[in-house]
């Protein structure tokens, strides 16, 4: 017996559907239905009238729940159609208001036996609308200047009127764009039209000489394109702020690199050259005006479009990391990606660019800034959405267990839950350790997959994701796993911390032996052996934790679930704190090892001496209010009971 149902309903101009099913359901009935539900909705959306304004977005529901009494619902993530549904894994033969198609498939579900089981966390049915029902974004139509960056560009100007230089100033990229959405900027680029950067700064050093005022010193960064410096900056600090000059610039690409050969160029050239048109914006200090020399850049701003200069699909193979690039300014700004922007992106050709043209540290980079960022689950939904995932996270070529054809999406679904449960439980994390715990949850599905080196030594497959695809550094890697670990040690203690039953027997499998003392000590024990391994990122671990306890949160993604998995994780918390365990890694031992030594009688350390020292950290975890003779005590009466017993 199964039931399944399929609710529909409208709220707020919005269409949503909701699959609801038992755990054990055949295949065909969920295809099936959903294949009609999708056809229904098509046809609607095809036979309205077409307007610019209507775009259907669908979102299927991806995770069934594992109970096999329960209803779920799921956690969605959209994706986009126009004008008629076609599904991410039918791109090349999307669904059509015909009867012909009879057979839909979904590369997210994998039939075990005559049933289905859910790979993917999200795959869910939505409409919504395009970027132009959202509200408009407030675009300037001037830049206002503050006190400290009319000091500086005033300082710039008497320079060029000093030494009578026939030379235009401009501010360049991101501090227009910022200024213009009314945030602050201090990322002040000067591009010059008639000298280097360098040149520049010593006519700024010369005119300071002349007035009798302190020169700053000169730095040059030198041309470095693995960092996305192609051409030589300088760099000098007026007024307190740093400012970069350089000069504004043309670019020609080769087919086998992305760094370009460069030349000096007009401020058009220099414009289209950018990777965004929102990002090619001047302010011209001469003339105290804004220019957008594409001639869409501010359009773009105020519409919320992420859109190149240039072709796209040029563009990104001139230099691959552009589509990175977009994807996080898109995120960072919640603009939506343009259509023949997205097409370019996902193109197998810019695929094998990114993977072959762009330095692994680069890649590296640019998605430790959207990990990081105010967005970070929009920019790897759209890393996902564009089958890019491979192409940035590289796995090693053999590892074990295998894993399902869509990771991506199941990845993607669990930094979804992290970050809800982060801003559910208000973020008590530094900025570190938000960005270590986001890596955590991106890779907790591969927590268990491992690969062989050449020594035929087992590593784990995060390893090889952070230190060999992203080139961070060795110490992410080592928290990262560090984070696994101590999530599957929280689970297994959660159900004990939690219960209100009198329970006597507490076992876990990764501390088989402890020393004889009640359950609430070996509780405390075993909750602090946790906190000093994983230290300061235990509420990170903790609320990683919530992702798999009771059961994995993709399984089971509704609010009332989040809100049952936070209570959890307030109730843990509480918990240990009150034990007293928080900082309990800086519990230093009441007995060293040459005491150890002494008191066993032992003429050299060795393995016996750490066996002790492990065995008096639990005592010490046991009894927190003991005194040092109170521990020699128990050392000696603990060392003859095991001589006699051996």
């Keep these: 017996m199964f039931f399944l149902l399929l609710a529909i309903w409208l709220n707020q101009g919005k269409l949503s559907l909701v699959l609801y099913c038992s755990s054990l359901v055949p295949h065909t009935a969920v295809e099936n239905a959903t294949q009609k539900t999708l056809l229904a909705i ?17 979102k299927l529901p991806i995770s069934l729940n594992r109970s096999a009494n329960g209803l779920f619902t799921s956690q969605t993530r959209p994706f986009f159609f126009r004008p008629l549904i076609s599904f991410p894994p039918l791109r090349k033969s999307p669904i059509r208001p015909n009867t012909a198609n009879s057979s839909l498939k979904f590369s997210s579900f994998k039939s075990t036996g005559p049933f289905l089981r859910f790979y993917n966390s999200t795959m869910s049915i939505t409409t919504t609308t395009t970027a132009s029902s959202q509200p408009p974004i407030q675009v300037k139509d001037h830049i206002e200047l503050t006190p400290k960056e009319k000091e500086i560009f005033h300082r710039l100007l008497q320079v060029v009127r000093h030494f009578d230089l026939e030379t235009e100033l401009r501010v360049a990229g991101g501090w227009v764009r910022d200024k213009l959405l009314g945030k602050d900027s201090d990322d002040i680029d000067v591009a010059i039209d008639t000298m280097s950067g360098r040149e520049f700064c010593e006519k700024i050093n010369e005119y300071l000489s002349y007035t009798g005022e302190e020169t700053p010193g000169i730095g040059v960064i030198q041309c470095n394109p693995d960092q996305s410096k192609h051409l030589e900056t300088a760099r000098m600090r007026l007024f307190d702020v740093w400012i970069d000059f350089v000069n504004l610039r043309s670019e020609d690409y080769s087919e086998s690199s992305r760094i370009p050969v460069m030349r000096f160029g007009t401020a058009k050239e220099d414009a289209y050259r950018r990777d965004l048109t929102i990002n090619s914006l001047f302010y011209n200090i001469n003339k105290d005006s804004v220019e957008d020399l594409t001639e869409r850049g501010i359009s773009d701003l105020k519409s919320g479009k992420i859109v190149t200069p240039l072709p796209p699909k040029q563009t990104f193979l001139d230099d691959p990391l552009r589509v990175l690039r977009a994807i996080r300014f898109g995120a960072r700004f919640g603009f939506a990606l343009d259509e023949e922007l997205r097409k370019a992106a996902s193109d197998e050709e810019v695929k094998a660019a990114i993977a072959n043209k762009i330095s692994r540290e680069r890649i590296g980079h640019e998605i430790d800034l959207m990990v990081s960022g105010n967005q970070p689950v929009k920019a790897l939904t759209y890393v996902s959405d564009l089958q890019l995932f491979g192409a940035v996270f590289s796995l090693p070529l053999e590892f074990e267990p295998e894993i399902p054809d869509r990771y991506d999406s199941v990845c993607v ?115 602090g052996l946790l906190l000093r391994d994983i230290k300061d990122f235990w509420r990170a671990a903790l609320l990683l934790s919530m992702l798999l306890y009771p059961t994995d949160i993709y399984s089971a993604t509704s609010s009332f679930e989040f809100d049952k998995r936070r209570e959890v994780y307030n109730m843990v918390e509480e918990a240990i704190l009150e034990k007293g365990l928080d900082k309990v890694w800086e519990v230093k031992p009441l007995v060293d090892g040459k005491e150890i030594m002494s008191i066993l009688d032992l003429k050299t350390g060795g393995p016996l001496v750490r066996e002790w020292q492990q065995k008096m950290i639990e005592w010490q975890l046991a009894h927190p209010f003991e005194s040092k003779d109170k521990c020699i005590q128990w050392m000696n009466e603990a060392s003859s009971k095991r001589a006699r017993l051996e």
Excluded at 513 to 519: A, C, G, N, R, T
């Design 42 to 58: 098509n046809c609607i959306q095809f036979f309205k009238p077409k307007t610019p304004q209507n775009e259907l977005t669908m």
């Design 413 to 527: 679904a669990d930094l979804d839950s992290a970050w809800r449960l982060l801003e559910a439980i208000g973020c008590p994390f530094s900025a570190d350790q938000q960005r270590l715990f986001l890596y955590a949850a991106l890779f907790l599905p591969f927590r268990e997959n491992v690969y062989k080196e050449k020594k035929a030594k087992k590593i784990p497959v995060v390893s090889y994701i952070i230190r060999n695809s992203l080139k961070l550094k060795a110490s992410d890697a080592e928290m990262v796993i560090s984070l696994h670990i101590a999530t599957k040690k929280f689970v297994s203690l959660i159900p004990f911390i939690v219960s209100k039953e009198d329970i006597q027997i507490l076992e876990v499998d990764w501390k088989r032996e402890i020393i004889d003392v009640p359950f609430a000590s070996k509780l405390r024990i075993l909750a």
